[in-house]
């Protein structure tokens, strides 16, 4: 595909349980971020990857939180135990290289937390 | 802490009408993005602004960018309703690329 696609586009669990989301980014972008838009937080950062690492997941809000990337591609985000704080809109964007290229958006994950 | 500060935060435009939407960031950065939201999509990006001095333009919209005053602009020209949405500034947080993002300004053009 053209862009970045993201599943599933909405999620809804029970507080306690175990959730991935999923990213696909656009083709031979090395380069990919997760971020999480909330009403009261607006866009905050979580984590970054060059190729399949992650060198720094101080952004992730807790150890209840995790993410990999496999074959410099596909990455997923993994909430344990999720709480109802954890709702939100989970977006994934892509670029070509780290630092000073536009980053593509996908079109987000809507996890609802009941 | 690198903070990204937008004005206004609401606006409500007659069609027809001009206007601006204010970026300001608190760091040096020699680039500075911008992104519409429509309610329940992502984010589409506008401009990319690189250096000091950038002005950019597309349609009804222009973008500029001021980096000795930390500041970026985004005029609207004679508001059409399509332009309805949300708009958000951006800048480069740190040594991973991410950005930091603005509050968001929520635009609203009425007939």
């Known amino acids: 595909g053209a862009g970045v696609s993201q599943s599933p586009s909405n999620k809804v669990t029970e507080k306690g349980k175990d959730v991935e989301l999923r990213c696909d980014p656009i083709s031979g972008h090395t380069a990919l971020y997760w971020y999480r838009q909330s009403l009261g937080q607006g866009l905050e950062f979580l984590i970054y990857?060059?190729?399949?690492?992650?060198?720094?997941k101080s952004g992730l809000p807790s150890d209840r939180f995790s993410a990999e990337r496999t074959g410099g591609s596909v990455s997923t985000l993994t909430i344990q135990r999720t709480q109802q704080e954890d709702s939100a809109v989970y977006l994934c964007?892509?670029?070509?290289?780290?630092?000073?290229?536009?980053?593509?958006f996908g079109p987000g994950t809507r996890l609802t937390v009941l | 802490e690198l903070k990204v500060e937008q004005n206004p935060l609401f606006l409500s435009m007659q069609e027809g009408k001009n206007y601006t939407i204010y970026c300001n960031y608190s760091t040096t950065s020699d680039r500075l993005y911008w992104y519409r939201q429509d309610p329940g999509k992502s984010l589409e990006s506008l401009f990319v602004?690189?250096?000091?001095?950038a002005v950019k333009q597309e349609g009804r919209l222009m973008a500029s960018l001021d980096t000795k005053a930390r500041l970026s602009t985004l005029h609207i020209t004679a508001a059409v309703h399509d332009l309805s949405a949300t708009y958000f500034c951006?800048?480069?947080?740190?040594?991973?690329?991410?950005?930091?993002f603005g509050k968001g300004t929520k635009l609203s053009v009425k007939p």
């Open positions: 951006a800048v480069i947080g740190g040594s991973q690329g991410n950005l930091i």
């Open positions: 990857f060059q190729g399949n690492s992650a060198p720094d």
């Open positions: 602004l690189l250096s000091n001095g």
């Open positions: 964007a892509s670029s070509l290289t780290q630092l000073w290229n536009e980053q593509f």
